[in-house]
């Protein structure tokens, strides 16, 4: 029998008006998108339609303030595991993904709601695992500081221990719910986890039943030393930035290379590089269309961006038309955004200006503007030689953009037999091909057994 041809994974990274800092100020894009359900929805079955792999929805603790943000659609958006809920009712398929930071959370609350969320959605759901970069987010949370680079990790790790041995703090088949004998469910099956560590003290047990697939799916975005250890070690996708096809394999490559330490396998880990795609049937078009949202860039709301993504620094009073300053690395935000962005100034001789009108669409993420033709044989090439798994879609605007990729380039993809014309699964895990995790408890328990 024949080993089906590998497939690659595609997720819509939904951010209200867009990706592109300026799109909620085009004409065909709703400026109040960040808080209408319809929008949402339309998008959902937008990409369901298309047999996206999963949407994605990133979060961040504290509203944008202040003079230049106020020029910018980033303050007022849904909290995401509430819209995925939402969403879950008005889809089927697609897998549902968001972010909760270790940083400002408790590990037994993002265990609950994400369990919750698969059972509600029949077991869509995955949890990106962030450490929190946005300094405004120290105070809303009793802190005067933000956490510094070390100590988010060393939580992130224990936090990630925590929430995933909550998940299994059931056997699948505890819950007898029997009427007759009276018994709700086998205590024998019931697992207390009662972790005692640096960072957390939690009993347990979780009072949610184990989830349809046995855990949610784990996705993480760090991309630095420390951040690359911590998906090799708890991650089963990873959203990346890179920035050329050298650069991806090399990240690939890696990132793969890490795993046998912790005795995975290579195909455990699916890492899906984000690419802004701008798509129309003719490569004069799709540059029309992208270069409709740069007009609409003002410099300072550019610069304003570029400071935030390279740590948390401001950068207004530097002049538009000089080089990119040199920085100290930064402690609070994501260092390797950081360096990504240093490097690409450098690389492409890029002034202040300049580099914060650049990254106004993809925010540092691979950009492609042009044809179907044109942007998969890109993909092809980053899919078939090492530097992805499949790809995590930005699109400038929404919901234009994604009807774009839905209506263009995905059949391409399709006629070259590198993506679904229909689901093969139901859940998240079996749209990307990961197995469905051993409860811990019961596999230890089974090791006793034999021993």
């Known amino acids: 029998m024949s080993t089906p041809a590998r497939q690659l994974k595609l997720g819509a990274f939904l951010m209200a008006t867009g990706h592109h800092v300026a799109a909620w100020r085009h004409p065909q894009v709703p400026a109040d998108a960040g808080l209408d359900f319809k929008h949402y929805r339309h998008l959902a079955q937008v990409a369901e339609a298309a047999c996206f792999d999963t949407l994605f929805v990133a979060d961040s603790v504290a509203a944008a303030s202040g003079d230049i943000a106020s020029r910018m659609a980033r303050s007022d958006h849904f909290e995401p595991l509430t819209l995925l809920s939402a969403l879950a009712a008005v889809t089927e398929r697609i897998g549902l993904i968001a972010t909760a930071t270790t940083t400002y959370n408790e590990p037994y609350h993002v265990a609950r709601k994400f369990a919750s969320l698969d059972h509600l959605s029949g077991g869509r759901a995955g949890w990106n695992l962030v450490t929190s970069d946005a300094a405004a987010e120290a105070q809303n949370f009793g802190r005067d500081e933000h956490v510094g680079h070390a100590e988010r990790y060393s939580r992130a790790k224990e936090f990630h221990e925590v929430v995933t041995g909550l998940w299994d703090s059931w056997a699948d088949d505890a819950f007898s719910r029997d009427k007759a004998s ?78 046998a330490a912790y005795g995975r396998q290579a195909d455990s880990l699916k890492i899906m590089p984000g690419v802004l795609i701008v798509v129309d049937e003719s490569e004069a078009l799709a540059r029309g269309k992208f270069e409709a949202f740069q007009d609409l860039v003002e410099p300072q709301v550019g610069v304003a961006l570029l400071g935030r993504m390279l740590g948390n620094f401001d950068l207004s009073g530097y002049p538009l038309d000089g080089p990119l300053p040199e920085l100290p690395l930064t402690d609070s935000g994501q260092r390797s ?111 006793r057994q034999e021993g």
Do not use: C, M
Not at 182 to 207: I, M, S, T, W
Not at 353 to 359: C, P
């Open 182 to 259: 009276g018994q709700y469910y086998d205590p024998a099956k019931l697992h207390v986890l009662d972790h005692q560590g640096e960072h957390f003290r939690v009993k347990g047990p979780l009072n949610v039943a184990r989830s349809p697939q046995g855990q949610p799916v784990v996705v993480q975005a760090g991309s630095s030393e420390i951040g690359r250890d911590l998906a090799a070690r708890t991650a089963e996708v990873v959203f990346t930035a890179q920035t050329s096809l050298a650069s991806a394999q090399a990240f690939y490559a890696d990132l793969k290379g890490r795993l």
């Open 337 to 447: 955004r950081q360096a990504l962005l240093t490097e690409l100034a450098a690389r492409e001789h890029l002034n202040l200006g300049q580099l914060g009108r650049r990254i106004a669409g993809g925010r540092g993420h691979y950009s492609l503007v042009g044809t179907p033709t044109q942007i998969a044989d890109e993909l092809q090439n980053w899919f078939e030689n090492g530097a992805a798994d499949g790809f995590n879609v930005l699109v400038p605007h929404l919901p234009g953009g994604l009807e774009d990729v839905a209506r263009l380039l995905v059949p391409e993809l399709q006629r070259r037999g590198l993506f679904r014309t229909a689901y093969e699964g139901t859940t998240l895990r079996e749209h990307l091909g990961l197995q469905r995790p051993a409860n811990r408890f019961e596999s230890t328990a089974s090791l």
